[in-house]
């Protein structure tokens, strides 16, 4: 079956840091990936995707490439800010199913100032 | 531009009691619909799904049902509900083409 797997958190950095959040993926055919982030109390908003191997998705100072060798999908960004605090979630989604996300379970990231 | 909308935001309901969750989409037809449960300290699980009025597709059986009457409505429902179903509820959508899922505010369900 399909599956995305996350590193665990909570993740807790300083103001400035580098950030990287892991991410890889179990799929029978080649997904679309895209990460996700939920601001507390908030439903998900798309933070960046990327369709096909190799693609960059980029947006806010956040990004990640799309591994296929490596099925992974990490997301980086060089210097957090306290308002990137937040959950993140990596999901992929097939052609042909419906458009279903499969997400992963998220990771808890905390920055402080 | 289009726009989801989710209510009520919180809901606090006994066990046993009935539940009835509303998600309306504006500014696009005909879209694909979608319902996720996130408990608490795990991931988004799809609960149900649709690509058109009428026509609705479960991922886990359980206790909880949907319903499309409109093309841009989707009720999510429960005849009894268990401690078990407390959540945060979120409804998205897509377009047929498409891929990005846009996701609602939530509800946050508590079954007391």
């Known amino acids: 079956g399909n599956s995305v797997t996350q590193m665990e958190g909570p993740v807790t950095l300083s103001e400035e840091a580098f950030l990287t959040i892991n991410c890889t993926y179990t799929?029978?055919?080649?997904?679309?990936l895209f990460w996700y982030v939920q601001y507390p109390g908030e439903g998900l908003q798309l933070l960046l995707k990327?369709?096909?191997?190799?693609d960059k998705g980029s947006n806010k100072g956040f990004e990640a490439t799309y591994r296929k060798e490596t099925t992974s999908f990490h997301l980086e960004k060089g210097s957090v800010q306290v308002s990137d605090s937040a959950v993140y979630f990596c999901?992929?989604?097939?052609?042909?199913?419906?458009?279903?996300?499969?997400f992963g379970k998220g990771t808890l990231l905390t920055v402080n100032p | 531009s289009q726009t989801i909308h989710q209510w009520p935001a919180t809901l606090v309901q006994p066990v046993g009691s009935p539940l009835s969750l509303e998600c309306t989409v504006e500014g696009t037809s005909n879209p694909n619909l979608y319902w996720y449960r996130q408990a608490a300290g795990r991931g988004l699980q799809l609960l149900f799904y649709?690509?058109?009025?009428?026509?609705i597709s479960s991922e886990v059986p359980q206790n909880l049902s949907a319903s499309r009457p409109q093309d841009r409505q989707f009720i999510l429902s429960s005849k009894k509900l268990l401690l078990s179903d407390s959540g945060f509820y979120l409804c998205?959508?897509?377009?047929?083409?498409?891929?990005?899922?846009?996701f609602g505010p939530g509800t946050r369900l508590t079954v007391t």
């Open positions: 649709s690509v058109g009025i009428g026509q």
């Open positions: 998205a959508w897509s377009l047929d083409q498409g891929y990005e899922q846009y």
């Open positions: 990327a369709t096909k191997a190799d």
């Open positions: 999901a992929l989604q097939l052609r042909g199913s419906n458009y279903k996300l499969t």
């Open positions: 799929a029978t055919g080649y997904p679309s």
